[in-house]
């Protein structure tokens, strides 16, 4: 295909590019009218024909897309370049560790395992707020950072120096996707003098928030990330395109929170789950770049992708206002317009799958929650729906508790402030001493947290966080003794310009001093309550509340003491902190007295747009964004002390708790055969997500994890977080399954992570009473399988919609495998953990009819058999599940193969994606 043509660079020299108007007019005339994600994706198809991987009949059919009728081929998406965050991050690296020593074991050399395209990765997941509330708590916290992460942190100094396209940029810098859109996003890349779209995919689902500035990403698990990284194209079936036209205007006091999460609910209703959105209209064009990326940040929330928006002038502006040159925004333009990229479609300019419309003007100010981040509330109706569900059952969403607990309060008394009390790990350390008398009642805030890179990268909702507090401050307002306030910004810009307006002091006067440049809250990283508060919520098994700024808001995520959790923007998130409790209507009700004890609400807090714009001026200067990512390798003195091994291959230490050499390349696959007398880990409902699944938080002492820990020489204030330990599979399988919050139907109204064992091996006793089913025994899920592993029985996992809902978490998979379940049968899927299992070598299968789900539910002491699926596999094939009951009788329903593309077959055939990687490239 003759598509290479010439354009004028920055720098005035002439360029070459992959013209996607030379390919219209080779015979498909219609591809101006293609969504523009897809153009940018068809580009990368035509950029990389190769014959084998990538053919001119995969060019074909993704320009003649037909966003009504779509089909059902794939598309080999090769990316420009991979970001990854330390969570998911260092359990890559240590896979491609073990890929290079399995290619020594091999004969090869091991060099011959290196990444294709570049990548980096951004150390954002490790922070914890163990300290708040003080102006120490920063300092405190990176040193305990270090304190707990150093074998970790060595671990990718190694990689740093074996891999030659493998960056770090340090802890204490911001979140990666803040970092992505600040610093690493470049607009267009270059090889060869030949210009192309930079595209890429990450290792955390948030990875979307690129699309705000027009770059083509999204959230993949580093198991597939690692492929890409390797070379092989990340392949997916064609997707649906919807179109989103926005129009009209916010009004005045919303915020793009407020729209983010009308957007989330919007989506989430119409079903957008595995396909592309794309804004457009005028609407779209007046969102500021910062509102854009907000938006596209939340796509995994609502289900999507991508949340893409084309690049236009005002992605040009926000790419000079951050520091990029003069050269690479001109080049950027250039290209995009030669291209016939440049600009936000109108209506009808593009043919999209369905089309959606929102109109601006109604959007209101809003929270969601308390469980979903789906689950809107206007801003009035917040203390009515609290109220509702409090009696409401699980199943509706509530908490399941009678009214006549709802007016429990129990005394507390607090010696140090809620978010300074002693840690092992820095003895010696100065506690501030109080001596303050409380309550805490059902719906009082104990976690009120400016965090996520979803708020904390755009200005406008910082800056008016910081308005509210100054008014707060004159008034003479204070925060609840009770609530772990903190501020975690995604970059140092955002410190700039808080500083830079005078709005730190009056956010560190109400306790939201910074607390570090992380993820934070948003993660669960919100570090433990205080004693005395939790002691308080365990003693009146209350329902209290936390408020944050972040993207989740699954169960346990944000504090497994904490049931009920609201997403909301950074200017309530203090609003309800002065407030003290959600359980009210925050429009009628006051916040608090002022000084001369007359009641303030908050219309007296909530500043103007004209207000917040006037500070805006502080938020884009290059120079600061110059100056804060010139030299990131250096900005961490702390970073600079950590010394790595060197060589080609990692020198792996047994000891260690926290890398280990995974067994992934041990053994073959198991592809091809039947699946016969599997006993079920574990039967769930509907959306169960990967929080459920892959271990993640705080590690309990009386886990399976806490207890190989201890045995280990590990003591509990060291435990660090299951992301922290992503390394070491021992730990990692473990957890699977053992959230505090999942409830297995086999042991009916239990939560955590246990099952019923119907073996004949003696396994522990579970840390709590679970009531035995007939014959089996109650145990925790990892112990019950390494049972069945010694008998040699296979298990499957069965579960409803949604099932894998959330964050890209690879562990979700790789437990399930190492934890010996050879399928997992549900209703539905999304999209990242489906592939992550097919990437690890686990059967993904779908209920044909999703009412036969209710028909194997309850067979808890049933073996299952998976057939139909020995020899030759085929995407989407059908194949059978059957279930032999304890009474003799069984049930057969046809099951759907989620093996969706050819692609997919042979990554499940070789055993999952890594043996079949390192097939590829040594053979």
């Known amino acids: 295909m003759d598509t290479l043509r010439t354009f004028t660079t920055g720098s005035g020299a002439e360029g070459k590019l992959h013209s996607l108007p030379a390919l219209a007019e080779q015979g498909f005339p219609n591809l101006s009218k293609l969504p523009v994600s897809i153009r940018i994706v068809l580009e990368s198809v035509l950029r990389n024909v190769d014959g084998r991987k990538v053919t001119e009949e995969d060019v074909k059919n993704l320009a003649n897309y037909n966003a009504k009728d779509t089909g059902e081929y794939e598309i080999p998406f090769t990316v420009a370049r991979i970001v990854l965050q330390d969570f998911t991050g260092v359990p890559l690296l240590v896979d491609v560790a073990a890929m290079r020593d399995a290619a020594v074991a091999r004969g090869a050399s091991p060099e011959k395992i290196e990444p294709l395209v570049p990548v980096d990765l951004v150390v954002d997941h490790s922070v914890q707020v163990d300290f708040a509330g003080s102006q120490a708590a920063l300092d405190r916290n990176m040193q305990i950072e270090f304190i707990r992460n150093r074998e970790r942190y060595e671990f990718l100094k190694w990689g740093q120096q074996a891999f030659d396209t493998f960056s770090v940029v340090p802890p204490g810098i911001g979140i990666v996707h803040q970092v992505n859109l600040e610093y690493l996003a470049k607009g267009v890349l270059e090889k060869d003098n030949v210009f192309y779209p930079d595209t890429l995919v990450g290792t955390d689902s948030h990875t979307t928030m690129i699309n705000g500035i027009g770059v083509v990403g999204w959230g993949v698990g580093g198991i597939e990330a690692e492929a890409g990284m390797l070379g092989q194209p990340v392949t997916f079936l064609v997707p649906e395109v919807v179109g989103v036209h926005l129009h009209g205007n916010l009004p005045e006091g919303v915020t793009a ?30 969102l500021s770049l910062p509102d854009r990326a907000t938006i596209a940040n939340m796509a995994p929330e609502y289900g999507a992708t991508m949340g893409f928006f084309p690049i236009d002038g005002e992605t040009i502006n926000y790419l000079r206002g951050t520091g990029r040159s003069e050269e690479l925004c001109t080049t950027v333009e250039n290209y995009y317009k030669a291209q016939d990229l440049f600009g936000i479609p109108d209506k009808g300019d593009c043919e999209y799958t369905d089309l959606l419309e929102l109109d601006l003007s109604t959007i209101v100010p809003c929270v969601s929650g308390p469980k979903r981040p789906q689950d809107r509330i206007d801003v009035p109706a917040l203390g009515e729906r609290f109220n509702a569900l409090f009696t409401a059952t699980p ?134 309550l205080h004693p005395a508060i939790e002691a308080a919520i365990n003693e009146g098994k209350l329902v209290v509340a936390s408020v944050l700024s972040g993207n989740r808001n699954f169960e346990a995520r944000i504090h497994g003491s904490i049931k009920s959790n609201f997403l909301m923007s950074p200017p309530l998130v ?169 409830k297995n139907l086999m042991c009916p109204g239990i939560e955590g992570g246990y099952t019923q064992y119907f073996g004949s091996k003696d396994v522990p006793a579970p840390d709590t009473e679970i009531a035995a089913l007939g014959e089996a025994k109650p145990t925790f899920i990892y112990n019950a399988c390494m049972a069945y592993q010694e008998e040699g029985t296979p298990l499957v996992v069965i579960g409803g919609e949604d099932y894998g809902m959330g964050s890209s978490r690879d562990w979700a998979a790789k437990g399930t495998r190492l934890l010996g379940v050879k399928a997992v049968v549900t209703k539905s899927f999304e999209r990242i953990h489906r592939s992550n299992l097919i990437g690890m070598g686990v059967l993904p299968l779908n209920f044909v009819d999703k009412a036969d789900y209710d028909k194997v539910a309850s067979l808890h002491n049933a073996t299952f058999d998976v057939t139909g699926i020995a020899g030759e596999l085929k995407p989407m094939m059908t194949a059978t599940l059957t279930a032999h009951a304890a009474d003799g009788s069984k049930v057969e329903v046809p099951v759907k193969v989620r093996l969706d593309t050819p692609a997919e077959v042979d990554y499940y055939t070789a055993g999952g994606i890594l043996p079949y990687v390192l097939d590829q490239i040594l053979t």
């Not at 983010?260 to 007046?286: C, D, I, N, S």
């Not at 200067?621 to 010139?630: D, S």
């Open 257 to 286: 929170t407020d729209l983010t999460l009308r957007v989330t609910e919007l989506l989430r209703t119409h079903g957008v789950v595995g396909k592309f959105v794309e804004f457009h209209g005028p609407g779209a064009a007046a």
């Open 395 to 528: 199943g509706e969403g509530g908490f399941g508790l009678s009214a006549e607990q709802r007016d429990i309060s129990i005394p507390l008394h607090l010696n140090s402030p809620a978010g300074e009390f002693d840690n092992p790990l820095i003895e010696g350390e100065t506690i501030t001493a109080v001596d303050t008398d409380t309550q805490l009642k059902h719906g009082s805030i104990v976690i009120a947290a400016i965090t996520s890179c979803t708020n904390t990268s755009n200005p406008s909702v910082m800056l008016a966080a910081g308005l509210v507090a100054k008014k707060a401050n004159e008034k003479g307002l204070t925060v609840n003794p009770v609530i772990k306030t903190s501020l975690g910004p995604g970059s140092r810009v955002v410190t700039d310009y808080l500083d830079a307006t005078n709005l730190t002091k009056e956010l560190d006067q109400l306790g939201f001093q910074t607390v570090g440049y992380g993820c934070t809250t948003c993660i669960g990283n919100s570090g433990p």
């Open 574 to 742: 203090v609003a309800y902190a002065l407030a003290g409790r959600v359980d009210l209507d925050l429009t009628t009700e006051p916040l608090g007295n002022d000084t001369d004890g007359n009641p303030v609400f908050l219309k007296d807090l909530w500043p103007s747009q004209e207000e917040v714009s006037e500070q805006l001026a502080s938020a884009l200067k290059p120079e600061v964004y110059q100056k804060l990512y010139g030299d990131v390798d250096n900005a961490n003195p702390k970073w600079g002390e950590i010394n790595g091994s060197t060589g080609a291959t990692y020198a792996w230490d047994a000891k260690s708790t926290y890398v280990q050499l995974p067994p992934f390349f041990e053994g073959g696959s198991e592809a091809g055969k039947d699946v016969i007398g599997a006993r079920p880990l574990g039967i769930f409902g509907d959306s169960v997500t990967t929080d459920h699944i892959s271990p993640a938080g705080a590690i309990k002492p009386t886990s399976p994890a806490g207890q190989y820990l201890l045995e280990n020489g590990v003591e509990k204030a060291s435990f660090n977080s299951f992301g922290a330990r992503r390394g070491n599979d021992r730990v990692m399988t473990r957890g699977t399954f053992g959230n505090v919050r999942i």
